[in-house]
């Protein structure tokens, strides 16, 4: 049975759902909370500056490369954070601390990945409408396999091998999306987030080879910049890749939308904080909204509900997520090898 077989009883599910997580009191905001985050995130990554300032054209400066690519995660997760309005109920507030933290903090267009992340949250592995699905270096499906040309016909066919050291480009791409968007006509406060990415760009080369050497600093900039870039596509590969792609016009209702298309990833304290609480993606997509410390409660919930419904719901482990997505990636890539 495929996804767009499972329609939706009369009534609404997600409604009844919803009272639930209300009920149990976990759509409330924190403001301790990601008080307390921002404060952690944001001191650790001022005292990691001072501290490569202090080491000054040491090859030990290249620790700090690995802690930075760890700590622009964390910033990136409090940006997403931030664009689903778990932080501030209100949109300027949003902005201004996103622009702060995403562009100028990790020189990430918060405005161009909010747009690109909503339009995914609306329409979860829908080939035609998520644009986290879209053909581009890699093919998502036999489908995109058969009509791929180019690059995405060649990389397609070993997608599998390559996907983690594709991903050490990921933080190049994400800083060079954010400029491309400053030309798209989608995009709003263009003048404002150009100049934050160019004043982090700017900072951020004159930190690196003020107190570097050119060679260490090169290589300082490629570790931190490939090592960022695995580790943000570890966070989100899990959650939907390998998980059945949508198709046309979907019958599904938006429970069953959500939660058949999306994986949580099981693990204690370390998974949660290591994955910025996107381990729980079925109910981060259910519940945008929700603060992250309250995702593992609401699972319990979510996945009770579903048993009653009889509705599929996946979880597993971190190791078998990135299993499930190489195994998807390869059998994607098929027609491809079986060209002549």
């Given at each position: ?41 944001i001191?650790?990554f ?15 400066s ?32 949003t ?44 093919v ?7 009509v791929?040309?180019?690059?995405p ?92 792609i ?62 009653e ?6 979880q ?16 994607s ?8």
């Amino acid at each position: 049975m495929t996804t767009n077989e499972v329609l939706s009883p009369p009534g609404s599910d997600f409604a009844r759902l919803t009272r639930r997580v209300s009920e149990a009191d976990l759509l409330r905001r924190r403001p301790g909370y990601y008080i307390a985050r921002f404060s952690l995130v944001i001191g650790l990554f001022a005292a990691g500056w001072v501290g490569f300032a202090f080491l000054g054209d040491s090859w030990w400066s290249l620790g700090l490369a690995v802690f930075f690519a760890v700590m622009f995660a964390q910033v990136a997760l409090l940006s997403h954070d931030l664009a689903h309005r778990q932080v501030f109920r209100t949109r300027r507030p949003t902005e201004i601390v996103g622009w702060a933290v995403g562009n100028f903090g990790i020189g990430m267009s918060y405005g161009w990945w909010m747009d690109k992340h909503t339009r995914h949250h609306a329409n979860p592995n829908h080939d035609e409408l998520d644009p986290d699905v879209e053909p581009d270096v890699l093919v998502w499906s036999k489908k995109q396999a058969r009509v791929a040309r180019g690059v995405p016909a060649f990389i397609g066919r070993y997608q599998a091998f390559l996907f983690f050291p594709l991903l050490t480009l990921e933080g190049f791409n994400l800083h060079v999306s954010g400029f491309r968007a400053l030309f798209s006509k989608s995009l709003k406060h263009k003048w404002i987030e150009g100049s934050l990415l160019t004043a982090h760009v700017v900072l951020y080369l004159a930190a690196v080879f003020t107190v570097l050497s050119p060679g260490k600093a090169v290589v300082f900039i490629v570790l931190h910049q490939a090592l960022w870039g695995i580790y943000m596509g570890s966070i989100f590969a899990p959650n939907h890749k390998g998980m059945p792609i949508l198709t046309g016009k979907t019958e599904l209702d938006f429970l069953r939308k959500q939660v058949l298309t999306s994986r949580n990833v099981q693990g204690g304290r370390i998974t949660d904080l290591a994955l910025g609480g996107l381990n729980y993606q079925i109910e981060h997509h259910l519940f945008p909204s929700m603060p992250s410390p309250h995702l593992g409660q609401a699972q319990v919930i979510v996945e009770q509900y579903c048993a009653e419904l009889d509705i599929p719901y996946c979880q597993t482990s971190l190791v078998d997520s990135y299993a499930q997505v190489l195994r998807s990636l390869h059998e994607s890539g098929e027609p491809l090898r079986n060209r002549s």
